[in-house]
């Protein structure tokens, strides 16, 4: 396998080069269409059948459990909330695959990572829900999950924004680690 140090051998074969990763794996679909590139290719046949699978989930085909809500049950957080916040993910990453088809590999791995962030911030907004409404139904939490999902960069400012409303805007001092209390 090639490294680097066996491109600095001195032969005057080095060049200097605007692409980052040049030499390694990654330069072969770095700054290229995703549609151009094999991780390209299987990123969105991956993100295909997770859809496939949210979908099937979400009808009850599939793992039933996962879209009856038992009011007794233990868990703090129904797992349909994780499930529409997901297909919320997908939904986004594939509308922004279709309003910009030229997309690069990497920006269609960025608008992948929400897939990771919106289950997580569904089940927050779900808890920040429950404190405010003693019974929400079903469609409204799937729904709203759905919509946090698909509006993650939205619900991150907005979360951020109550929490300054909250717990106040921190001073300069207090924000560059300097307390007055000593």
Do not use: C
């Amino acid at each position: 396998m090639a490294t680097e140090e066996s491109n600095s051998s001195g032969t005057g074969a080095e060049r200097e080069s605007d692409v980052p990763g040049e030499g390694t794996r990654a330069s072969r679909w770095i700054g290229k269409r995703w549609y151009k590139t094999s991780v390209g290719i299987v990123t969105a046949a991956l993100l295909a059948v997770l859809t496939g699978v949210g979908l099937a989930v979400s009808t009850g085909v599939v793992a039933p459990a996962f879209t009856e809500h038992d009011p007794s049950a233990a868990a703090a957080v129904p797992p349909y909330v994780y499930l529409y916040g997901g297909l919320g993910g997908l939904a986004y990453v594939f509308t922004s695959m279709v309003v910009e088809f030229e997309k690069t590999t990497e920006e269609l791995g960025r608008a992948g990572l929400r897939l990771l962030a919106a289950p997580l911030l569904a089940a927050g907004i779900y808890l920040l829900m429950r404190f405010f409404l003693n019974s929400p139904s079903t469609r409204q939490v799937a729904g709203l999950s759905f919509l946090v999902g698909l509006y993650v960069k939205v619900t991150i400012e907005a979360l951020g924004s109550l929490a300054r409303r909250l717990y106040g805007q921190p001073t300069g001092r207090a924000r560059d680690g300097r307390d007055d209390s000593g």
